[in-house]
């Protein structure tokens, strides 16, 4: 029987990841038949190698790697310094003469200087010799952790080979989903894990995404500094990778951080009774990890300034108008991420929607520009062509002084003002380019559709799709800018970031300390203007906004079709793709039923596979919309389903693959998800008719996403029509509690409350199960309470009073000899001097 404070919770996995009875199970093994990858203790750095191997296309491509990255170092120091030191340049731009005896031609080494001569230049510099030391060191600690790294990465590929039965030369062929149904498979006669008789695919998500589920989270919750107010920029959002980078430092992983090691939370930080003695600890770290970016700011600046100018000096040459392209900035990527998403899923996510969300942005070419660009260019180009033919006529023409520069130059602005310049073709539909955006991306503030021809919807939109210029831009500004927020911006945060650990942290039986929002847990996470109303028990501080509890669970359903959810989680999934498979069908649920089991939630794209019917329903045309009287909105989905030009292909497949596909047995067991990473089977058919199933159904799988998040955001669109929705473009700072409480709450006097400090982000206002207000209950459509439970009113005005919920376990739990509660019992506001004793439950 365990016990743990209501604070900070133990989180037993039996819900979904142990079978009953097995939740603090240890699996004892002979010493004699124990493998070598039995109990490996660091489970989170050997799934997170085990994923960058693959991802890195086998051992010797990543070893390749390696070595070029420190070759490249090496040549970047040694090539700058000898440009600064050891080049003549008066020679080399003919500003002085050199004596020859036998040609009067200067050849190249003429403008290179002695090598005493340089040694000297070198010796008289302090700059360069302080530059080459701290190089010299840091290029030392690269040398170190190469080999370390190809220590451990051979011990990876020794699991590939001897444990997981795939050769290197076919890594680069294979896909993750199959890569981690082999590891899960081979944990029976293994036992990686010996917590666990089983693992899952949760589990092995949570362990390489652990760190960055809590960056996700916390970006989601507004709660990292990286969005400001500049007085002539407006709203604006610097994220870095340095400032990622110094984020990670802080939380995670540098000396001091808030985790003892990868998989647990430091004990002091899960009770609540010093977070202000921790929060002026964290502040303090914070302070002097930015004085030691201040003080090392000259030489990252030096640093960023040369690797730039090496890395895009030819692409510019060769391709002038790739600054005017652009690309998802790291904070879109953060921002448009679902919980528990790898890397490789994000960005063909994100890819698809790359052409879409282009066009988009091209609609908003100032006409102002266009004309300038126009006539620019015609200038520039009479210019050019000129010399163009003068050289062509005579190439001695090339001999003279600045002709050449003078025709790259024209070259460069004429690429530059074909940028401005839009395509005559072009047509202007904003809203419809929009759609097609969401379906790909998943996220989207309330007050962009509808708006999508406005520039205010552009300017926000451009934070998360941004100029390479820009991204280069910033990334040269992040030694100087990185200091300032740390110091000035991160620190202000401390408290309320010591909160969030604590109060977003559970322990996971095999796993660890995890992100709560990383359960996907609808109960304790889930937002009811998101179908989760009647099904959810958070408080506004504890609701993931945007949708990203809901969207996350789907995204990860439909791209692990094996999981198996816990029974709240399951009755979700299965209700959301009824409705959507009823709105697509255009009929009821009993017309098209749909077998879901509550232990396995079947694939919407492989019931479509099954059978005609429900394919022939759905119209993907512009003009088109998914029929229901309760839903009459939808054209713009199909139309933005329209958009998804491989699935227009893959439908005239269908005809073709449907006998291969019956009879190799396929079902939505076997579908995978994330786009181009989709499982590979031909049992039953030639490898070909396998690779282009197998294709055919990643693209489903890609379109069933789309479908349900445009689906959701269509319902979550009328649910919260009239109310002010809260999401990152609203929220300055961290969600504030207080923006959140009615005026009869602000104003209730609490004696305990005033002389507690508190963040921006503690528990906010809950109220009782039956404070629901009457008309809030009336005004629900009959569609809504079928599929979304009872109506209620959490946030309703009457017996209010600040409490803190415990953070729940995933899948509920119950006292010894007691019904499990859907409502917990709220807890005592605790005293800064945390005076009373540790509220405790037990945990079956």
Excluded at 382 to 403: F, K, M, Q, R
């Amino acid at each position: 029987m365990a016990h743990f404070e209501t604070e900070y919770q133990r989180l037993e996995a039996s819900y979904s990841d142990s079978p009953p009875g097995e939740e603090n199970l240890l699996m004892h093994v002979p010493e004699g038949s124990k493998s070598q990858w039995h109990h490996i203790e660091n489970l989170d750095l050997f799934f997170q190698r085990v994923y960058n191997l693959h991802q890195k296309n086998g051992f010797t491509c990543m070893l390749l790697g390696e070595i070029f990255e420190l070759v490249q170092l090496l040549f970047v120091v040694g090539f700058t310094v000898f440009l600064a030191n050891c080049v003549d340049y008066d020679v080399l731009f003919a500003n002085k003469f050199v004596n020859h005896t036998d040609s009067s031609k200067v050849t190249l080494p003429d403008a290179i200087l002695p090598m005493d001569v340089c040694s000297a230049h070198i010796r008289e510099n302090t700059f360069v010799i302080f530059l080459l030391i701290i190089s010299g060191v840091f290029w030392l600690h690269r040398l170190v952790k190469f080999l370390y790294n190809v220590c451990c990465y051979w011990e990876i590929r020794s699991f590939y080979i001897n444990a997981l039965k795939m050769t290197m030369s076919e890594l680069p062929y294979v896909t993750w989903q199959e890569v981690q149904a082999r590891i899960i498979e081979i944990q029976k006669e293994h036992q990686i894990c010996i917590h666990k008789k089983e693992l899952t695919e949760l589990d092995i998500y949570h362990r390489i995404l652990r760190f960055k589920n809590y960056m996700v989270a916390m970006v989601n919750k507004s709660l990292l500094p990286v969005r400001f107010r500049l007085p002539a920029l407006g709203d604006s959002v610097f994220y870095t990778r340095g400032l990622k980078y110094n984020f990670e430092l802080i939380f995670f992983w540098g000396p001091g951080s808030l985790f003892e090691n990868e998989w647990s939370l430091k004990p002091e930080y899960k009770r609540g009774g010093n977070r202000l003695e921790l929060a002026d600890r964290l502040a303090s770290r914070i302070l002097w990890i930015g004085i030691a970016n201040l003080l090392l700011c000259p030489v990252i600046l030096v640093w960023q300034i040369l690797y730039a100018f090496f890395s895009y000096t030819e692409v510019i040459k060769r391709e002038p108008g790739s600054l005017g392209a652009r690309c998802w900035s790291l904070y879109g990527r953060c921002y448009l991420r679902h919980f528990n998403e790898l890397d490789h899923e994000l960005m063909s996510r994100l890819s698809k929607g790359y052409k879409a969300a282009s066009k988009y942005m091209n609609c908003f070419l100032s006409p102002l520009l266009t004309v300038v660009a126009k006539n620019v260019a015609f200038f520039a180009g009479s210019l050019l062509a000129v010399l163009i033919a003068l050289t062509i006529y005579d190439e001695d023409v090339l001999a003279v002084e600045h002709v050449l520069s003078s025709i790259t130059l024209l070259g460069v602005c004429i690429t530059v003002c074909r940028s401005f310049i839009p395509d005559k073709h072009m047509v202007f539909c904003p809203e419809q380019l929009l759609r097609v955006i969401l379906a790909h991306i998943h996220y989207m503030p309330d007050h962009w559709q509808g708006n999508a021809h406005r520039y205010e919807t552009r300017d926000q939109f451009s934070q998360l799709f941004q100029y390479k210029a820009v991204f280069i831009l910033e990334e040269l500004l992040s030694p100087v800018v990185t200091p300032i927020i740390l110091i000035f911006c991160l620190r202000r945060k401390s408290l309320e970031i010591i909160d969030f650990f604590r109060n977003f942290t559970v322990e996971v039986v095999g796993v660890g300390d995890t992100c709560s929002f990383a359960q996907m847990d609808v109960r304790q996470h889930g937002h009811p203007a998101w179908m989760s109303e009647g099904k959810t028990e958070a408080s506004i501080y504890q609701q993931a906004e945007d949708g990203k509890t809901e969207l996350s669970l789907m995204h990860f359903a439909i791209t692990n079709p094996h999981w198996q959810p816990p029974r709240e989680t399951t009755h979700f999934i299965s209700q959301l793709k009824e409705r959507v498979h009823r709105e697509a069908a255009g009929a009821s649920s009993d017309t098209h039923p749909l077998s879901l089991s509550e232990s396995e939630p079947r694939s919407l794209v492989a019931n479509i596979l099954a059978g005609p019917s429900t394919l022939a329903s759905v119209h993907f045309a512009c003009d088109s919309s998914l029929t229901n009287s309760g839903v009459p909105e939808m054209p713009g989905g199909a139309a933005a389903l329209r958009s998804l030009s491989p699935i227009s292909g893959s439908l005239q497949l269908r005809g073709s693959l449907s006998a291969a596909h019956r009879a190799s047995g396929f079902t939505g067991r076997t579908m995978t998800g994330s786009g181009t990473d989709a499982r590979t089977v031909s049992s039953g058919s030639s490898a070909w008719e396998g690779q282009l199933t197998s294709l055919v159904l990643s693209e489903y799988a890609s379109t069933e996403m789309s479908i349900h998040a445009l689906y959701m955001h269509e319902l979550h669109k009328q649910q919260s029509r009239g109310d002010l929705s809260r999401h990152t473009w609203h929220r300055q700072e961290s969600d504030e509690s207080s923006d959140s409480i009615p005026d009869e709450v602000r104003s209730e006097p609490n004696a305990r409350s005033r002389h507690v400090p508190r963040s921006h982000t503690f528990p906010t206002t809950l109220t009782s199960p039956g404070a629901g207000s009457a008309s809030a209950a009336s005004g629900q459509s009959s569609s809504q309470r079928r599929h979304s439970g009872p109506a209620a009113d959490p946030f309703g005005a009457g017996a209010a009073k600040v409490v803190r919920t415990p953070l729940v376990p995933m899948g509920g739990w119950a006292e010894e000899g007691k019904a499990s509660s859907r409502h917990q019992e709220p807890l005592q506001e605790e005293t800064s001097e945390d005076e009373l004793p540790p509220h405790t439950q037990k945990v079956t």
